[in-house]
């Protein structure tokens, strides 16, 4: 396989594997291993959606079960992101 990339990235890309103690290739093939190996967000998801078909609930009810749980933990942790 053959990839194309600017000198700059390049660049960055050998001093990032350098930094991480491999060579550009070992790198790289980290980063696609990790990233092609990790499940997709839709995955991640699945089994959420499956359990809000079960119940039954609609948008309009999951939407307000989130917000309701959302603003319990603002109000829980004043000032800190979710």
Known sequence: ?????SED??????DRARSN???ASQYVHGL???DLTAPTLDEVLQPLRDQVE???MSEEELDALVEQARDARF???PGKSA
């Open 1 to 5: 396989m053959r990839l194309e990339i």
């Open 32 to 34: 696609l291993e990790r």
């Open 9 to 14: 990235l390049e660049r960055k890309l050998v």
């Open 75 to 77: 109000r829980e942790h």
């Open 54 to 56: 079960k119940s039954g």
């Open 21 to 23: 103690g491999q060579d």
